[in-house]
């Protein structure tokens, strides 16, 4: 049979309490970084998504700027560029 004194259980007790909180704290490090990177991703995720959104917006805003540098290279006047971006409402000044 195993019998321990009551120092050596003591000291065993503070070996495993200081294990524990270390073990703790190498935890909640890793998984602070892991949310962070999960969190970053996701972000980077949706600004994806929102830019892959908008490429018919820009793409039918080059097309009206190339319309009115058209029309200022024929000597008429042209005509504003709106664009919308995002729900916002751009103006493309004429070159």
Sequence with gaps: MLALSLETAKTVAVIAAATFVASGALSAVLIKNIVGKVLGAGLLAVIAVGAWSQRSNVENCVAAAKVS??????????TPVKCTFLGFEVDVPAP
């Design 69 to 78: 540098a058209g029309q200022i290279a024929a000597g008429a006047t042209a």
